[in-house]
DNA sequence: CCAAGGCCTGAATG
DNA sequence: ACATTCAGGCCTT
């Protein structure tokens, strides 16, 4: 079909969405969940328990998708700059241990962290003559002692970790449902679980839970909603309080429509990549 | 409802 | 060297 239609792959994996990925010549290996993947070159995935993956979301429609979210210059450059970046459709437990470790931290760091979480408490297991460490389930991390989980660096966040992995175990949380109903009742739901707070579910919603309408405002976005935005979404404050987010949140999916997560993925790989700041 | 301060850690900056 | 700052935030006061 057309040029949008082309996945590109690199740009997907390097745009923050998933940390567990390396690339062995010219082949991209992750961990998702309780599955490895393997991505040639073509884009054809290799599933690891043989499953059925759509972890590039073909089931997306990126043209009706890109015209939505194309409101405005910026968004027509970034998406024109990075046709082919796609939003990620990851293991759901796994997607909400990353990101409790990834607030108030940065790419290195979390990647650092869930590798030593994997191989501390993952099943390892050979895939394509090479090692790997599945992530852990649920019920591995909820046993685990806070203190073996902080060994993995993740400081004070390993509590998070522990009582987040006893809600799924509990379930008190879950995914099935959370994929099933709308983005407020879920981002409500997952809120709840310690360490996860506006930006945190946001990034669960989008790249696991299939809410393509989140928008998860970080630094680096404030940032380029400041830049690029102070028009549209004038920010008063310097700390965005949960009544703020939300209030912008609402403002965001006024502009950008009902995929503007996707508008959000595109802003944010254009700014990291123009402050060339590494990704995997 | 808002503002301020604390929190693990490691790389970057002074 | 060594101290301080800062990074894809969240929680408590």
């Known amino acids: 079909m057309q040029n949008n239609c082309i996945i590109n792959i690199e740009n997907s994996i390097n745009s923050g969405q998933v940390f567990l990925w390396r690339k062995n010549n010219d082949i991209w290996y992750g961990v998702n969940g309780q599955d490895i993947l393997k991505i040639s070159k073509s ?26 979210i194309s409101k405005d210059e910026i968004t027509k450059k970034a998406v024109k700059q990075y ?49 790997f460490f599945l992530f852990p389930k649920p019920e591995k991390l909820a046993n685990a002692t806070v203190d073996q989980i902080k060994s993995c660096g993740v400081g004070y966040r390993a509590r998070f970790i522990k009582e987040a992995a006893k809600m799924i175990v509990e379930e008190q949380i879950d995914f099935k449902y959370l994929k099933k109903c709308n983005y407020q009742e879920a981002k409500k ?8 707070g506006n930006k945190v579910a946001d990034c669960i919603l989008l790249f696991s839970l299939n809410k393509l309408e989140s928008f998860p405002l970080d630094r680096w976005m404030i940032r380029i909603l400041e830049k690029y935005y102070s028009d549209k ?8 309080t949960e009544k703020q987010y939300e209030l912008l949140h609402e403002k965001i999916v006024n502009h950008f429509g009902p995929f503007a997560g996707y508008a959000q993925q595109f802003l944010f790989k254009m700014e990291r990549e123009n402050y060339q700041k590494k990704w995997l």
């Open 83 to 131: 046709l082919g970046l796609r939003i990620l459709e990851q293991d759901p437990f796994q997607c909400l241990i990353s990101f409790i470790v990834s607030s108030n931290s940065n790419i290195q760091k979390i990647k650092s962290s869930l590798k030593k979480i994997s191989e501390k408490f993952g099943v390892k297991v050979e895939f394509e003559n090479q090692e």
């Open 43 to 68: 884009g054809t995935i290799k599933s690891y328990q043989n499953l059925k993956t759509d972890f590039f979301r073909k089931k997306d429609n990126i043209e009706k998708i890109i015209k939505s």
């Open 189 to 196: 739901e997952i809120c709840q679980i310690p360490g996860v």
């Open 233 to 240: 979404f004038h920010l008063e404050t310097k700390t965005i």
